[in-house]
């Protein structure tokens, strides 16, 4: 298994650009999540999905959008890109909820910088 | 809403000394998940802690859930450099379909 794939692993974008990171799972993994986590701090929550078809705002969602149309895709999309939104985003995945037994893993990150 | 606070930021150490991070919450946790982050690295889960006055250990670490599961910290025994990185906790609230809330980390300096 190669567990949570994230796609770029760096970009640079100028700002009012768009993109979009991919994030794919291959552990069947019912829940997915997009964190940010800037330079020296904790991640933040953005986005999670609880299955296909389902998403939820996080605690940071401004500037963000999401989908969830296949249990394996949880892209994160980036309009009208901001220098505020230079930050590592992670992507990750749990079986079923963060509760006993089911732990989060996550993406190898993606680095992203607006200038 | 919820914050879990942890301290200290940064901890440097010499190698063979201990180390210990602690993390509170302003709200009780359903349980508190440990994660470390080698530098350049993504988060790996650590151990998850549920019950109230838990103790779990891991080789030199040992990690301790408080009574009124408002607390935990890590313990690392006799470090070594390859415990470099930042350690984060994070906190769940009873449902957890939104996921943790975590900590800043403290991050862990280690000179040899």
């Known amino acids: 298994n190669a567990g949570v794939t994230q796609t770029p692993k760096f970009r640079i974008l100028k700002i009012g650009q768009s993109m979009t990171l991919q994030c794919t799972q291959d552990m069947n993994h019912n829940y997915m999540y997009w964190y940010r986590q800037d330079p020296g701090m904790g991640l933040k929550l953005i986005y999670y999905?609880?299955?296909?078809?389902?998403?939820d705002k996080g605690e940071v969602p401004n500037g963000y959008n999401v989908s969830r149309s296949t249990t394996e895709d949880f892209p994160l999309r980036l309009e009208l890109a901001a220098p505020s939104q230079t930050s590592v985003y992670f992507c990750a995945s749990s079986l079923a909820e963060a509760k006993a037994g089911n732990t989060i893993y996550f993406g190898e990150g993606s680095w992203l910088t607006v200038v | 809403g919820q914050q879990v606070m942890q301290i200290p930021q940064y901890q440097h150490v010499q190698e063979g000394e201990d180390f210990t991070t602690y993390c509170n919450s302003s709200?009780?946790?359903?349980?508190i998940q440990w994660y470390k982050q080698r530098p350049g690295g993504h988060p790996v889960f650590l151990i998850q802690?549920?019950?109230?006055?838990e103790v779990k250990k891991q080789k030199r670490l040992t990690f301790q859930f408080g009574e009124a599961k408002k607390n935990s910290s890590l313990h690392i025994t006799a470090t070594q450099t390859t415990d470099v990185g930042t350690y984060f906790c994070?906190?769940?609230?009873?449902?957890?379909?939104?996921?943790?809330?975590f900590g800043k980390g403290t991050h862990l300096i280690i000179q040899p």
């Open positions: 994070a906190g769940l609230r009873g449902g957890g379909a939104d996921g943790l809330t």
């Open positions: 999905s609880v299955g296909a078809g389902i998403t």
């Open positions: 709200t009780t946790l359903s349980n």
């Open positions: 802690l549920v019950k109230s006055g």
